[in-house]
């Protein structure tokens, strides 16, 4: 094991790759010439050249369009959108070509695409730049989204995303970037779909990924004993296709189920986990389901009127306190 | 032929319990006669025949609950075949299943409301043939959970469990009035008569003996733990010279051949400033403090084994010779048990007195799900003066409040009107 930043575990499993398999480059906006804004592409352009490692212009329809194309003939590409948010501009792409043209050609070719898309909010980034849109994307049929929360799934995940032959958006949070976490020597793969149990209780489910898993954590770790054998945490690391199975066998265990996520809670992932549980375990349930997402505004500028918008460890705290003692 | 069914005596009962029965099987009753003594949590009752023949069968002895609307008894013509068996509970229930939810059949629904519980605790109270209507919540609400439903079932477990007596043993248990929960603690197989006489020995030698909660009891146990651990007490304490309380009495007399008592004369001045103070008047809901316009006043009522709170209603409209008339009347039935079920219920604040008994002040519980409770402490004579000429006449006031519902500053303002009142009433007018 070795510890580095999450970026710079992006970063090895895009040398990984790039050198396992020479069909993977990569294009964005100032990805050769900066090497990402969040150093996520450094030094890669110098290793493997400007062939591979492609500044593009601004145009967020040309990024995916030309992505696409590419997969198509035959060549991986991993494509960065230097912001979440900016997916808006590229939405008939990625709604009506990257998420069909698998199923409408009747598989004849794959798509091997990987569309990185740093999302959530980090330092007053103002409402075009702060969102998490993974629920609009989960809705879309025909792509699998993943959202690592920690520099070993961060690598394990893009590895394996940059593997499979389906389109994936990977959403990886900018302010998990600069975090440091220890990431397995030698190959190391995290398998999409696939949940992980990383504390196990048995009298209340958390589920939670990406930056906001770690908030979890750290309510977690300040309550201590108070939740020490009874909170089992779900980091979900994929949100498409979901490890449900993971999620029933817990809450057919613990009977309460608390839902935590940086993304708007209307209409969120929160909702269909919560649906899912209604639909299949219903009986289980010794509690009402609790989800925590961000308010349903626009995420503002002025920081702590950010921090009121987006879920803070308090609520965290208080809804587990609360489900952990029948008082919700 | 009719069916006897257990009435619901008022919104909250669920079960009621036969005191005695009045008639026998084979009686003959006529419609509106006394035929049993129901006792419920808060009151005995007088339970008259629905139709006039023969007490055909009586399915429930004294001494055993059933919840509301089950059959008791049957009334009907001399000869008539009565149902066989009541129906009991687990019988109507299916059998437990393993299988997925979808496999299993509804449970039949019990008479009287649904109970509020959770998914969880429905599912093990349909695998184990639980009715939830017997079940207590203890969750938000009163929500019924899991918990509630396992730990339902440790206790009929213990129960059942002292069912396992031999009849020679039933015999000693009976003679020493001894209640089934004592038995707990005998082990075995099977209770014998050694055991029971010597857990009896057992229990004289430490000199101590079991009085086994009534109805009432266990109704105001469950009530004020759901009260002093659900409600975020406060109380406060305030002397009040009570000379105007004692003047008012006076005239009030003058008015009334009847007695003026002490509670009449300031459940008036209570229930006339209560309506400037709101959040007392109230009921503490969950998105909300519900406030009246009127008052209805509860009267902590000491009976001879517990305690009844009667209310009396718009007692803001009421002058004081009503009060003390209407005070004595419910005093008085409450103590013969003769209160209406209804009369129990929908008090928007109440009044406990215990100066009679020589206390000086007290934390009085409140009544939920009201938001405060006013208790009464003894008037109290004290020279002010060396040369013993003036006197002055104080009693304390202790004011409980809910702390959810209002703060310190709140209760404190009330209190401090009632003082003002209470020694110089013509502050009302003010």
Known sequence: MREVTFAEAT?????EEMARDSRVFIMGEDIASQGGIF??????????????????????????????????????????????????????????????????????????????????????????????????????PGTKIVAPSNAEDAKGLLKAAIRDPNPVIYFEHKDLFRRKGQVPDGEHITPIGKARVTREG???????????????????????????????????????????ETILASVRKTHRLLIVHEAVKRGGVGAEISAVVAEKAVEYLDAPIVRIGAKPYPIPFSPPLEREIVPQVDEIISAIRGLLNARI | MKPVVMPKLGLTMTEGTIATWLKQ???????????????????????????????????????????????????????EEVPNEKEGPAASLPHPSE??????????????????????AKKIARDKGVELDRVTGTGPYGRIQADDVVEFLKRLESTSHVARITPAAAVVVEQHGLGAENLRTLDGERVRRADVEGYVEQVN????????????????????????????????????????????????????????????VIACLVSRLLPKHPLLNAHYERDGTRVFDDVHLGLAVAVSNGL????????????????????????????????????????????????????????PIIVPPQTGILGIGRSVQSMTSSDGTAQNISMTLSLSFDHRAMDGVYGARFLDSLARCIEDPMQLLF
Request: charged share 20%; glycine share 8%; aromatic share 6%.
């Open chain 2, 99 to 120: 299988d997925e939810a979808s496999d299993v059949q509804p449970v039949m629904a019990s008479p009287a409301q649904p109970a509020l519980a959770t998914p969880f």
């Open chain 2, 205 to 264: 030698d430490v000199r101590s003996r079991v009085i086994p909660h009534s109805s009432m009891r266990q109704a105001i146990a469950k009530r004020m733990t759901e009260s002093w651990t659900a409600i975020p007490h406060v109380t406060l304490h305030r002397s009040v010279y009570a000379e105007g309380l004692f003047e008012l009495r006076k005239k009030a007399s003058e008015k009334t051949t009847k007695k003026i008592s002490m509670t009449a």
């Open chain 1, 39 to 140: 150093g996520q592409f450094k030094g890669l352009a110098d290793q493997f050249g400007l062939e591979r490692v492609r500044d593009t212009p601004i145009s967020e329809t040309a990024i995916v369009g030309a992505g696409i194309g590419a997969a198509l003939g035959g060549l991986i590409p991993v494509i960065d959108m230097h912001f979440a948010d900016f997916l808006g501009v590229a939405m008939d792409e990625v709604l009506n070509q990257m998420s069909k043209i698998r199923y409408m050609f009747g598989g004849q070719a794959n798509l091997p695409l990987v569309l990185r898309a740093p999302d959530g909010v980090t330092r007053s980034g103002a409402a075009q730049h702060s969102q998490s849109l993974e629920a609009i994307f989960m809705h879309i």
């Open chain 1, 202 to 244: 048995d009298s209340l489910t958390v589920v939670s990924y990406s930056r906001m898993f770690t908030e979890v954590e750290a309510a977690c770790q300040q309550l201590g004993d108070e939740v020490e054998g009874k909170v089992e945490l779900i980091d979900l690391r994929t949100i498409v296709p979901m490890d449900v």
């Open chain 2, 308 to 363: 009844v709170v009667p209310v009396i209603r718009h007692a803001n409209s009421k002058s004081i010779p009503e009060l003390a008339e209407e005070i004595a009347d419910v005093s008085e039935r409450a103590r013969t048990g003769s209160l209406n079920p209804d009369e129990l219920e929908g008090g928007t604040f109440t009044i406990s007195n215990l100066g009679m008994f020589g206390v000086d002040g007290f934390t």
């Open chain 1, 11 to 15: 970063l090895e499993a895009m040398r």
């Open chain 2, 25 to 79: 099987e084979g009686d003959t009753v006529a419609v509106g006669e006394a035929i049993a003594e129901i006792e419920t949590e808060k009151i005995t009752y007088s339970l008259e025949a629905p139709v006039e023949g023969t007490l055909l069968k009586i399915v429930l002895p004294a001494g055993e609950s059933a919840p509301v609307a089950e059959t008791i008894a049957w009334i009907g013509r001399p000869g």
